[in-house]
């Protein structure tokens, strides 16, 4: 146990705040405002419980988004909101780091809502302390979600009308009623006893934190003197006056010692196991391995693959894009999902180029490749002159305006007959395409199909040779 500190800094805090450009000897908080108290607090609990290397203070967005200038711990700053999705990265990847998910009530309350509730609602190894000031401070004071019910802010000049706004929002009630967290407890740092308790009780949830029981939540009753147009002494006052009996300070659940400590999932560190979970990472980032020349492509080569979800329409897109990258050019593909993909169209697009890729969304194509009738009516006009159509001739009928090269091939019948499986049919369309355009290797096309149906032997021979009997179609 360190030794009683009366006056001074305690060691959770750096000596001096060199991180804060110009003054580093005193925070940047406003004179009486919540956030001091409480990080000193934290300073202290942190030290004490001896946990000061193996824990992360994560700064929000809001006033305290400089905690790390004063910490004398790992922190970082994360975008507004995500504290608890960062944190439950931080806790996954390495479970034997303590993290502080420090968040104010508009930050928690509002645009970081979701996140923390599932993050409470997965029982994530963290502890939450939450300021609850009613408003927002960094920004100038406007509503926040837990303002009460008639109280005056920068967007609420006339007091908070619950039939506008509804009510404020009870987080410590909210949370409670959920199974996963451990420990649940409102307090306030407005006053010696008040701020004895807060100091307690975030000591617990480090505690519990450190016995890895789970979630805790702790919420801080705070003053923002500045934006509650008070005196520090005034707003303290108030908030004992007017927020305590609406937002009552005690705990709402403290089931630790019946919980067992937490086993989280153990991360995949074995480089081998990361490369083979993450399909094939090897062969689709082939660099400057390749073999084969890199096609002479001149500018983009832009591509339009369309037909009924359920044709495969993704799956040849993204092949064509995986081919032109094992020979080394740039690609990209670009799906469109939505109600498409339930029977309608679907479609995506692929840029293949030797240079960067502009916009990775086709609208004049140098290829469509339609597999439907709705498909080849919406997009046969996007062709350039001179581009090339490929579809398949047993679901279209298609009159040539003759601005285009125009194959068309009996795809699904082949894939049916000759394959056995009409799934195939856009392996037959892709064969197409590789026998058309020629400037793209036939190998690479192979690799695509192996590491896309990796692990399905039969699948990938099916596909193979599907492939094969679309370029035999266009010869013939
Ligand atoms: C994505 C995003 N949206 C909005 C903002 C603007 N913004 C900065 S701080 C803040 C509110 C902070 O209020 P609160 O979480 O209550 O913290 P306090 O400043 O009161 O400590 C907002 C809305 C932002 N920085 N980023
Ligand atoms: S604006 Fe309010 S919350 Fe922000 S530092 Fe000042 S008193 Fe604290």
Known sequence: MAKKLIYGKPSGFFDTFDRRPGITHSTHYCPGCGHGVLHKLIAEAVADLGMLDKTIFICPVGCSVFGYYYFNMASISVPHGRAPAVATGLVRSNPDCFVISYQGDGDLGAIGFNEFIQAANRGENMAVFFVNNGVYGMTGGQLAPTTLPGQKTLTSPYGRSVENEGYPLKVCEMVAALDSPVYVERTAVTSPKNIR????????????????????????????????????????????????????????????????????????????????????????????????????????????????????????????????????????????YGPEMRGGTANCSVVLSREAVGSPLVKTADVVLAMNQPSIDKFSPDLRDGGI????????????????????????????????????????????????????????????????????????????????????????
Not at 270 to 277: A, G, I, N, P, Q
Not at 400 to 428: E, F, H, Q, T, W
Not at 445 to 471: C, D, H, L, P, Y
């Open 389 to 476: 159509l490929i579809y398949d001739s047993v679901n279209i009928k298609f009159d040539n305006p003759g601005k285009c090269n125009v194959y068309s091939l009996d795809a699904s019948m082949i894939a049916k007959d000759v394959i056995g499986d009409v799934r195939c049919a856009n392996s037959v369309m892709l064969g197409a395409f590789c026998e058309i355009i020629r400037s793209i290797d036939e190998k690479s096309f192979i690799s695509s199909i192996t590491n896309n149906f990796r692990g399905k032997e039969k699948v990938i021979s099916m596909n193979i040779k599907a492939f094969q009997e679309g370029r035999k179609a266009v010869r013939k």
């Open 197 to 336: 308790a807060a100091r307690a009780a975030l000591r617990k949830a480090l505690t519990y934190m450190k016995e890895k029981k789970g979630f805790s939540l702790v919420e801080f009753l705070s003053g923002c003197p500045v934006n509650m147009k008070r005196s520090a002494k005034d707003t303290d006052e108030w908030i004992e006056k007017n927020v305590i009996p609406y937002f009552p300070v005690k705990c709402f659940k403290d089931i630790a010692n019946e919980r067992k400590p937490k086993q989280s999932p153990v991360g995949i560190y074995d480089k081998e196991k990361v490369k083979d979970s993450l399909l094939a990472t090897e062969k689709i980032h082939p660099s400057d391995e390749s073999e084969l020349p890199v096609p002479d492509i001149k500018g983009e080569l832009r591509i339009k693959c369309a037909g009924f979800g359920g044709q495969g329409i993704l799956s040849l897109g993204m092949l064509i894009a995986e081919a032109g990258h094992l020979q080394n050019l740039k690609a990209s593909w670009l799906p469109s």
